[in-house]
C-alpha cells in the first residue's frame, strides 16, 4: 500500500516519543534538550519545557501534570501547574544507564524503560530494567533481562507491552492491580535473541530492532524499526501486516490527530549522538493510516 509522508517539523536534532494530548502533538527532541508541541499539521511549534539532561519519554499524571523523562541524570521530572520543573523521582540506583521510554498509566503510575549500558560509548551490552514510579515518586524495579526495553503502551485489559529493541522480540506482562507485573511473556518474536553482545556484531543479527511504537483499535502494533528505516504494524505473535518503508531513520511513532488516524513518525538520518548534535536533519513527519489509535500513551 502506498502512502504519502509529509514532513511537518523539520530542523530538530533528534525527535523522539511523539504523543497526542488535548489536541497537539508532544515530543521530545534530545539534543535541544526541549520539550515541544504542535498543532496536528506541525504549525504552531512551542516549548514546552527546557532539560538540560535530554528528555525522552513524556507522559500526563490523572491530574494534568506532565512527567518527562531526564536521560542522564536518571530522573522523572514534573511540570508543576506554574510551569516549574522538579524532580518526581530520582532513579539513579536502580538502572545501568541512561533512562529512557515511558508509558504512564490511567492510576499515574509510569513505567520506565532504561539503556542499561553505554550505548553511546560502545560498551557491550547489558540487559536493562522496567522501573514503575507511582503518582507520590516511590520507584520500584518491576522487570529485569530485558535487551534494552523500549517503547511500550499499554492495552485496554492492562496489558504492558514492551519493545525489546536488541532481542528481535516484543514482550508482554499483565500489570497487576498493585503495579507489579506478571505472566511474562513474548507478544512477538522477529527472530532468535542475538548471540552477541558487542554492538557491531550484533546488528546483523537483529531482524526488527523495535523501538517507539503505538496500539491501534484492532491490536497491532506500529513499530519503528530502528535500525533498517522503516515503520512495521504488526499483530500479536509477529505477523508483519504492513511495511511502510523511510528513506531515513525512523525511532518513534504515535497515533493521534482529530480523528486518531495520523500516524506521527520520529525520523532522523541515524541514531548517532555525536552526528546528530552536530546537525538540524532530524523532523517529525505523518502519513494517514486506516486503523485508529487506542490504549496507551
Not at 492495552?155 to 504492558?160: I, Q, S
Not at 505477523?239 to 518513534?252: H, M, N, R, T, Y
Amino acid at each position: 500500500m502506498s502512502r504519502t509522508v509529509d514532513a511537518i517539523v523539520t530542523d530538530m536534532s533528534y525527535t523522539e516519543c511523539p504523543r497526542w494530548h488535548e489536541g497537539r502533538i508532544w515530543f521530545s527532541d534530545f539534543y535541544t534538550y526541549a520539550v515541544y508541541s504542535a498543532a496536528e499539521d506541525g504549525s504552531d511549534l512551542r516549548v514546552e519545557a527546557d532539560v538540560p539532561q535530554q528528555p525522552s519519554g513524556i507522559g500526563w499524571l490523572p491530574d494534568g501534570r506532565l512527567l518527562i523523562v531526564s536521560m542522564r541524570d536518571r530522573k522523572v521530572l514534573r511540570r508543576e501547574a506554574d510551569g516549574t520543573l522538579v524532580t518526581h523521582a530520582d532513579l539513579s540506583d536502580l538502572v545501568g544507564g541512561h533512562v529512557n521510554d515511558m508509558v504512564v498509566d490511567e492510576r499515574g503510575r509510569a513505567f520506565i524503560g532504561e539503556f542499561g549500558f553505554d550505548l553511546m560509548g560502545g560498551s557491550p551490552l547489558e540487559t536493562g530494567v522496567l522501573v514503575r514510579v507511582d503518582p507520590d515518586g516511590t520507584a520500584t524495579t518491576v522487570a529485569d533481562d530485558l535487551w534494552f526495553p523500549n517503547g511500550a503502551v499499554i492495552t485496554a485489559d492492562e496489558t504492558l507491552l514492551v519493545c525489546e529493541t536488541f532481542a528481535n522480540r516484543v514482550t508482554a506482562f499483565d500489570i497487576a492491580a498493585d503495579g507489579s507485573l506478571t505472566n511474562r511473556r513474548v507478544w512477538a518474536s522477529f527472530g532468535d535473541q542475538p548471540t552477541e553482545v558487542e554492538l557491531e556484531s550484533m546488528l546483523p543479527q537483529i531482524k526488527v530492532a523495535s523501538d517507539g511504537c503505538c496500539l491501534d483499535a484492532d491490536g497491532a502494533l506500529w513499530i519503528a524499526d530502528a535500525v533498517n528505516g522503516r515503520l512495521l504494524r504488526v499483530r500479536e505473535g509477529g505477523e508483519i501486516a504492513e511495511e511502510l518503508p523511510a528513506d531515513s531513520g525512523v525511532f518513534a511513532c504515535m497515533l493521534g490527530g482529530r480523528d486518531g488516524r495520523t500516524l506521527f513518525i520520529s525520523a532522523a538520518p541515524d541514531f548517532h549522538e555525536d552526528a546528530r548534535k552536530q546537525a538540524r536533519e532530524a523532523s517529525l513527519r505523518t502519513t494517514r493510516v486506516e486503523t485508529p489509535h487506542a490504549g496507551l500513551p
